[in-house]
């Protein structure tokens, strides 16, 4: 069993951790909206590829993938949904990409991706 014997409780910096914590609920909320959307691996592909291509339809995805299109269509739908990805109309056909406001956020995730990527085609 682990047990937390402390000495000394430093109040000055729980309370300001508290602090930071209370001050950055909404940006751990859209955090967290984000990557449990992302935290499925088929629509973590599909942002993947978003960023990579910067647009992409359904059936282009379909291609991709090897899925079918009602299915990649059910992701594409939970991810607008939940606010990260938009879309446009051509025509008949509905590009989707990923809202400017998660880009920064999601590059990271795919540079290290690609970082992986990198390191596993070396051996």
Known sequence: M?????????????KA???????TINAFSQISA?????ANEVRLKILYLLEEEKELC???????????IPAISQHL????DGGIIQFRKEGQTIYYSLKPEHLKMLR??????NELNAKMELV
Do not use: H, W
Not at 17 to 23: I, P, R, T
Not at 34 to 38: G, N
Not at 108 to 113: I, N, T
């Open 34 to 38: 984000v990557l449990s959307l992302a």
């Open 2 to 14: 682990n047990t937390c014997i402390r000495l000394y409780a430093d109040p000055v910096q729980i």
């Open 58 to 68: 359904p059936c282009d995805l379909s291609d991709i993938l090897g899925m079918s």
């Open 77 to 80: 739908r939970k991810m607008k």
């Open 108 to 113: 990271s995730l795919f540079k290290y991706v």
């Open 17 to 23: 951790c508290k602090e930071k914590v209370e001050n």
